[in-house]
């Protein structure tokens, strides 16, 4: 399974207008085959930061989406819309369950 974890931080007066373009496209994304989970959430902290949760199969299912004509907008865009450069990191990880508990 690959693991993305991606934050920007956006200009405060395009907050609404990267929140929109985020939820579409979390909402398209979710659709895509391998996508097991995509989510954004604003930072309580700093609540111009966006943060992206996702979980892919694979890598050939991250790769996939990634070059899907609506990603690349979205991130065009949402650089657009950036006070920050966005960041991204991508991890292998495999699912555990703790200790005497089952997976569900």
């Known amino acids: 399974m690959i693991v993305v974890l991606g934050?920007?931080?956006?200009?405060a007066s395009k907050l609404?207008?990267?929140?929109?373009?985020?939820?579409?496209h979390v909402l398209r994304s979710r659709t895509e085959y391998g996508c097991i989970e995509h989510g954004v959430s604003q930072d309580?902290?700093?609540?111009?930061r966006?943060?992206?949760v996702e979980r892919w199969e694979s890598m050939q299912s991250l790769?996939?989406?990634?070059?899907?004509?609506?990603?690349?907008?979205?991130?065009?865009a949402l650089a657009g819309l950036a006070a920050?450069?966005?960041?991204?990191?991508?991890?292998?990880?495999?699912?555990?369950?703790?200790?005497?508990?089952?997976?569900a």
């Open 7 to 11: 934050s920007v931080k956006v200009q």
């Open 16 to 24: 609404q207008d990267a929140l929109a373009l985020a939820q579409e």
């Open 44 to 48: 309580c902290e700093t609540p111009t």
């Open 50 to 52: 966006l943060v992206f």
């Open 63 to 76: 790769q996939a989406h990634f070059v899907v004509p609506a990603s690349r907008s979205f991130a065009k």
């Open 84 to 103: 920050e450069p966005p960041t991204m990191a991508l991890y292998e990880a495999s699912q555990i369950t703790p200790s005497g508990k089952s997976a």
